[in-house]
């Protein structure tokens, strides 16, 4: 915790207070939130950043392209546009955002839209053909004018919500209440041999409810690295020193991961969703060979030549009880 955090803890009640109200407003009906006829799905967290969205979305466009007629919604921050954006492999992501760029880009046959205001979002893809079954709103679990039918809510391994406190002190957007509204808890980025028994610790922590299912999930780090003309497995890194660019807000299970390979890297950390600036960009294509995450790749590719950038794809894995979580997602997607 920073000096200016500590400093600003008187301002954590009046924080509290205001989030609380402004929920229980929306609990009780006095606020408004558009409920819709068929399936929509929003992932979130109560923390800020650096919970595992992007690869939950991932995880949900895999299990779901196949089976039904599919969108993804993100508020696509930090673009310079305005407004409901389509998301073309073509954009740009200061016109729609790094991660949905990245989401149409790997998934081309998905939907993918941007917009700030959630119910205008899902207006202009719903009047799209073919029109989407299903819609996942992507980091949307705060944004309460959309009242999703099922809510799965993130949380870190590293930073559980239920050890944390509001902004400006803590990291949490809202009161640990909020959880109150998840149908589905998962607990993101676990080692991968975390034990039985620390999994119950883990679950009496957060005080699950009786109606919500808890699971726990792992990273896994492909065995190959990707650039704009070719891959190589990881083991190509070995007796190399490198340079690994991260911007997003937790790098410390993939250094770690790294680390626990025996490579030689020099890392560079920007802040999460970091805009690099010209300079920056040239200060990195001196670096032989560098190697970032896929959502800082989608930022930086289009300033390199491509042949000493590369990323580390990533997905999502359920250490245990992946078919029951599909099931109930399948579940929901079919009313």
């Known amino acids: 915790m920073n000096v200016l955090r500590k400093i600003l803890f008187p301002v954590v009640p009046i924080y509290y207070i205001v989030t609380w109200v402004r929920n229980k407003m929306y609990d009780l009906g006095i606020k408004k939130s558009k409920e819709y006829d068929f399936p929509v799905i929003a992932v979130g967290n109560l923390s800020v950043g650096g919970t595992g969205k992007s690869p939950m979305v991932e995880y949900l466009i895999r299990l779901l392209e196949e089976k039904t007629s599919l969108a993804t ?76 039918g099922f809510y799965i809510l993130l949380t870190s391994y590293y930073d559980l919500y239920c050890n944390d406190i509001v902004l400006p002190t803590g990291n949490l957007r809202e009161p640990k209440k909020g959880a109150d509204r998840a149908h589905v808890i998962v607990v993101t980025k676990c080692p991968k041999n975390i034990s039985s028994s620390e999994m119950k610790v883990i679950t009496q922590k957060l005080n699950v409810r009786s109606k919500q299912s808890l699971f726990f999930s792992t990273i896994d780090y492909g065995d190959k690295i990707i650039s704009a003309t070719k891959e190589e497995s990881i083991d190509w890194l070995q007796n190399k020193t490198f340079t690994l660019v991260t911007g997003i807000a937790n790098p410390k299970p993939l250094v770690e991961y790294y680390t626990s390979l025996g490579l030689e890297f020099n890392h560079i950390r920007f802040p999460d969703h970091h805009n690099f600036t010209n300079k920056e960009i040239k200060d990195l294509a001196r670096y032989d060979i560098i190697v970032t995450t896929e959502k800082d790749y989608v930022r930086l590719i289009s300033d390199f030549s491509g042949k000493n950038l590369w990323y580390q794809p990533i997905e999502m894995k359920f250490i245990k009880d992946g078919d029951e979580f599909d099931e109930i997602v399948l579940e929901v997607a079919k009313q």
Do not use: C
């Not at 839209?113 to 205008?120: A, E, L, S």
């Open 73 to 148: 919604l993100s508020r696509g921050y930090k673009r310079e546009s305005k407004g409901f954006q389509l998301v073309l492999p073509s954009s740009t992501v200061k016109e729609v955002g790094d991660e949905p760029l990245q989401f149409k880009i790997k998934y081309t046959r998905v939907l993918v839209g941007v917009d700030g205001d959630r119910q205008n979002g899902i207006s202009h893809l719903r009047s799209m053909t073919p029109r989407p079954e299903v819609i996942i709103l992507d980091d949307a679990y705060q944004h309460r004018k959309v009242k999703a």
